[in-house]
């Protein structure tokens, strides 16, 4: 019996010490700067507007849960002066990974440097707020009421908490 849990627990030690190495060497060799057109794909889509990242890419999974990008820029719909609506030089977020489980976020930091909005009005009278993100086909554009529409479920924010510690702009 004494060796069942001696084996037991020296397989578990292992497992646990696989789990950070994989952790701390993942970053080494995944290359996201392979996946940035992806991303901006599914970004420009979802915004139906140009999107790109002209700066590298970071991850990091220990500590902390952390993503950096730099150089991001959310372009302007034709007909409009400035080439960008919006504008980053750089951005950071580290978060805690095991209490995500729980729905529970606590966020070490959160940095966006350099951000630039330009809100402009075209000749016609048209802003370039107008159209960011795609309408569903068929769907209203204001609610029926005046009222927001409330999840099926009537449950509020789908998180249990959520703790910032570093939060610079």
């Known amino acids: 019996m004494k060796k069942a849990i001696k084996w037991f627990l020296i397989a578990g030690a292992g497992a646990v010490v696989?789990?950070?190495i994989a952790i701390l060497i993942v970053p080494m060799f995944v290359d996201l700067q392979e996946y940035k057109p992806k991303i901006e794909k599914a970004v420009s889509e979802a915004a139906g507007r140009p999107f790109s990242i002209?700066?590298?890419?970071?991850?990091?999974?220990?500590?902390?849960?952390?993503?950096?990008?730099?150089?991001?820029?959310?372009?302007?719909?034709?007909?409009?002066?400035?080439?960008d609506f919006a504008s980053v030089k750089s951005i950071e977020v580290r978060v805690k990974?095991?209490?995500?489980?729980?729905?529970?976020?606590?966020?070490k930091?959160?940095?966006?440097?350099?951000p630039r909005v330009a809100i402009e009005k075209s000749k016609s009278?048209?802003?370039?707020l107008e159209g960011l993100g795609k309408q569903p086909k068929g769907s209203p554009t204001?609610?029926?009421?005046?009222?927001?529409?409330?999840?099926e479920s009537g449950e509020g924010m789908p998180i249990k908490g959520l703790a910032v510690g570093n939060f610079a702009v």
Do not use: C, Y
């Not at 970071?58 to 500590?63: A, K, N, R, V």
């Not at 990974?97 to 606590?106: D, F, G, H, R």
């Not at 930091?109 to 350099?114: H, K």
């Not at 204001?142 to 999840?151: D, F, I, L, N, T």
């Open 18 to 20: 696989l789990i950070v």
């Open 54 to 83: 002209e700066g590298e890419i970071d991850l990091s999974l220990f500590p902390w849960v952390g993503f950096s990008a730099a150089d991001i820029h959310m372009g302007n719909p034709p007909g409009f002066q400035e080439k």
């Open 97 to 107: 990974l095991i209490p995500l489980i729980a729905k529970n976020i606590q966020v």
């Open 109 to 114: 930091q959160f940095v966006v440097v350099g």
């Open 125 to 128: 009278g048209r802003t370039n």
């Open 142 to 151: 204001k609610p029926e009421g005046g009222k927001a529409p409330e999840s």
